[in-house]
């Protein structure tokens, strides 16, 4: 019942700065709980941030105070700005979203076809 679709992604300096988004169709992100997970070639795929439906945020270690998730409240966008950006970023992003709780593991009702995000230095 829900699409997500994302864009945003591109190639950048390293620290330089993305915003992805997210659009969903078909239900908005209310109740929902949305995610960003990424996978570089030959790793698995992994959680980046997420945000709960009534607005909690949770983040990997590695980009706390670097990125921030938004949306998630009854919007139909979601966003990940990406900022002091490092070639260690660059994997494919993708959206998700879960009617029962963000999850760490890639474990979600909907996702997203992914965005390309490629960090050069």
């Known amino acids: 019942q829900v699409q997500l679709v994302e864009s945003g992604g591109g190639l950048v300096q390293a620290g330089g700065s993305l915003r992805l988004s997210c659009a969903a169709s078909g239900r908005t992100f209310s109740n929902y709980n949305m995610a960003w997970f990424r996978q570089a070639p030959g790793k698995e795929r992994e959680f980046v941030a997420g945000i709960t439906w009534i607005g909690g945020t949770y983040y990997k270690d590695s980009v706390k105070g670097r990125f921030t998730i938004s949306g998630g409240n009854a919007k139909n966008w979601m966003f990940l700005q990406m900022n002091s950006l490092k070639p260690e970023d660059t994997a494919v992003y993708t959206c998700?979203?879960?009617?029962?709780?963000?999850?760490?593991?890639?474990?979600?009702?909907?996702w997203g076809q992914g965005t390309q995000v490629t960090v050069s230095s």
């Open positions: 998700a979203a879960d009617r029962t709780a963000v999850r760490t593991a890639p474990e979600y009702d909907y």
